[in-house]
């Protein structure tokens, strides 16, 4: 039976970059146990200093309507979210809140911390008229896709991942084979003869 635990809610700020950083690894460490797509995910995954994670935490909330929530038990952070006002879709005014993190420590899972910060979340979505939340966890996690469903949320996207070198590779490689593309070369490298020749 899990209990409840007592904790603060606030908004973070970059003061919190250690702490964050210790609950981002700690909750990477939990995932391995998940198969091949935790692995997967454990490739995005890089741990950064407290100078940098200070910098991005800053960067991430001077953006308009971007929110970073904490949950402390005892003065330790032992959970976070992140949520930002979209629309639907790029032509539409339908406000959506996003969630794109709900982190918490594997030491105080199942006692309700997840629901305290997504109470929060959903508090502030109200207040800026969002019809919509669209939570975005990894494919690998489990039990918060179960937490999600459970609570009502049902799947709209799957959202995949590349590194930006890789697909550039991939993307120049097709294009190398294209003959248009290969036409287009050819004639870029005449044009720049020309230019060489006086």
Not at 25 to 43: H, K, M, N, R, V
Not at 66 to 79: D, N, P, T, W, Y
Request: proline share 5%.
């Amino acid at each position: 039976m899990s209990t409840r635990t007592q904790v603060v809610l606030r908004e973070a700020d970059r003061e919190d970059a250690a702490a964050l950083i210790a609950l981002w690894a700690e909750c990477a460490q939990a995932g391995p146990d998940e198969g091949s797509e935790a692995f997967t995910q454990q490739s995005l995954w890089r741990e950064p200093d407290v100078p940098e994670a200070a910098a991005a935490i800053e960067l991430n909330l001077s953006l308009p309507d971007k929110r970073m929530f904490v949950a402390l038990s005892g003065g330790e952070i032992i959970g976070a979210t992140v949520c930002d006002i979209r629309t639907l879709t790029p032509i539409t005014l339908t406000r959506i809140l996003l969630v794109t993190e709900i982190q918490v420590s594997p030491r105080f899972r199942r006692r309700s911390v997840a629901a305290d910060l997504l109470s929060l979340v959903a508090d502030y979505g109200d207040e800026k008229g969002c019809e919509i939340v669209v939570a975005s966890v990894p494919s690998h996690a489990r039990g918060p896709h179960r937490y999600l469903t459970k609570l009502g949320f049902n799947q709209i996207a799957i959202v995949r991942a590349i590194s930006a070198s890789k697909l550039q590779s991939r993307l120049s490689g097709k294009a190398v084979k294209s003959r248009d593309t290969g036409k287009l070369i050819a004639v870029r490298r005449t044009l720049r003869r020309r230019q060489r020749t006086p």
